[in-house]
T-cell receptor, first 115, second 113 residues
Framework: EPEVTQTPSHQVTQMGQEVILRCVPI?????FYWYRQILGQKVEFLVS????????KSEIFDDQFSVERPDGSNFTLKIRSTKLEDSAMYFC?????????????FGSGTQLSVL | AQSVTQLGSHVSVSEGALVLLRCNYS??????LFWYVQYPNQGLQLLLK??????LVKGINGFEAEFKKSETSFHLTKPSAHMSDAAEYFC???????????FGKGTRLSVIA
């Protein structure tokens, strides 16, 4: 089965630094998502992206966050100035359509540790 | 807004025993419901989904779930646990349109030999 690829698997950074989390969605998918899971808490929606623009974003996705599809294959999440509370597992996902019954294909996640 | 509640953050069963992982949903419109599983160091993988075609849904690896509207539940079951079932299980809900998939907190399943 095709896979969503995320790199790196683990990122350690100092508070205040910028980080970029990278994802390669499945090649014929058109809708892309970022989710995160803080240890012991729910998997939370951050943002959805289609046609080179944000479709929807949650309250968590403030001005410190941005997403980009810089080329035809990568989908990135940037955190401009990391905070301790940004430490979490970040999951990228993609789907072919926006149908609500469509399953999301998830990557294996990037564990972000902010020190 | 839709939400799901998973009862029990950790469930432990003996190998060969019944697995029951509970999920209750809240939605003002008919929901689409999903169970995802995460094995160690892997991504979230779809186990099964309910899309209103049938209330009893069969998924991969012998798992199934039953949609009960009267109880607003979508519990996941497997008749006989295997060691390889040890993982984190997430219930999720989505409604019509491009609404985000909303997850529960997850239940960690341990299988004891």
């Amino acid at each position: 089965e095709p896979e969503v690829t995320q790199t790196p698997s683990h990122q350690v950074t100092q508070m205040g630094q910028e980080v970029i989390l990278r994802c390669v969605p499945i090649s014929n998918h058109l809708y892309f998502y970022w989710y995160r899971q803080i240890l012991g808490q729910k998997v939370e929606f951050l943002v959805s992206f289609y046609n080179n623009e944000i479709s929807e974003k949650s309250e968590i996705f403030d001005d410190q966050f941005s997403v980009e599809r810089p080329d035809g294959s990568n989908f990135t999440l940037k955190i401009r100035s990391t905070k301790l509370e940004d430490s979490a597992m970040y999951f990228c996902a993609s789907t072919k359509t926006r149908d609500s019954y469509e399953k999301l294909f998830f990557g294996s996640g990037t564990q972000l540790s902010v020190l | 807004a839709q939400s799901v509640t998973q009862l029990g953050s950790h469930v432990s069963v003996s190998e060969g025993a019944l697995v029951l992982l509970r999920c209750n949903y809240s939605s003002s419109v008919p929901p689409y419901l999903f169970w995802y599983v995460q094995y160690p160091n892997q991504g979230l993988q779809l186990l099964l989904k309910y899309t209103s075609a049938a209330t009893l849904v069969k998924g991969i690896n012998g798992f199934e779930a039953e949609f009960k509207k009267s109880e607003t539940s979508f519990h996941l079951t497997k008749p006989s646990a295997h060691m390889s079932d040890a993982a984190e299980y997430f219930c999720a809900v989505r409604t019509s349109g491009n609404t985000p998939l909303v997850f529960g907190k997850g239940t960690r399943l341990s299988v004891i030999a």
